[in-house]
């Protein structure tokens, strides 16, 4: 083999073990029953709630949708009589520990929906989540919307 060859298989070599890396750790990130609430037609504005479980400290720092022009993580609280909702810059993820994303509290808020979200229909996310050390993972979700519950605050 000539030297080229090689330092071009070592190469190869790092780079595939790097990715190896970086998918075990956004596959180790587990994301449970995610689902999305069904809208009516207009309505430009939809919740999605799921639970996330991290093996390792981690923060959610953004999601992204193609079925909304942005996509952010809320934290709905009451104040005074009044519920509030405002986006967040991160959701931490403790190790090991569920974190749910839930009607009422956390939750991911789709805007400018490109079409109303349909019971049965299924809505793709992509989650990124950065790790203590800095490194950002990228986790695909799909979301199933359910039918809204007028009671459940969204």
Same mark, same amino acid.
């Given at each position: ?29 587990? #994301?449970?029953?995610?689902? !999305? $609430?069904? +809208?009516?037609?207009?309505?430009? %504005? =939809? @919740? *999605?709630?799921?639970?996330? #479980?991290?093996?390792?400290? !981690? $923060?959610? +720092?953004?999601?992204?949708?193609? %079925? =909304? @022009? *942005? ?18 810059? =991160? ?64």
């Amino acid at each position: 083999m000539t030297i080229r060859f090689r330092a071009a298989l070592l190469g190869a070599a790092v780079c595939l073990s790097s990715v190896a890396i970086l998918v075990s750790a956004a596959d180790a990130i587990r #994301v449970i029953d995610p689902w !999305a $609430r069904a +809208t009516v037609p207009g309505q430009k %504005v =939809a @919740g *999605v709630y799921m639970e996330i #479980v991290s093996p390792r400290d !981690a $923060r959610l +720092t953004s999601v992204t949708s193609p %079925v =909304a @022009g *942005v996509a952010e993580v809320h934290l709905m609280t009451m104040d005074g009589g009044t519920m509030r909702m405002r986006a967040v810059e =991160a959701l931490d993820l403790p190790a090991g520990r569920p974190v749910k994303l839930a009607p009422g509290g956390y939750h991911v808020m789709l805007f400018d929906l490109k079409k109303p979200l349909v019971a049965g229909e299924k809505v793709p996310l992509t989650l990124v989540i950065e790790d203590a050390g800095k490194r950002t993972h990228k986790v695909a979700v799909t979301a199933v919307v359910r039918a809204g519950d007028l009671d459940d605050h969204h």
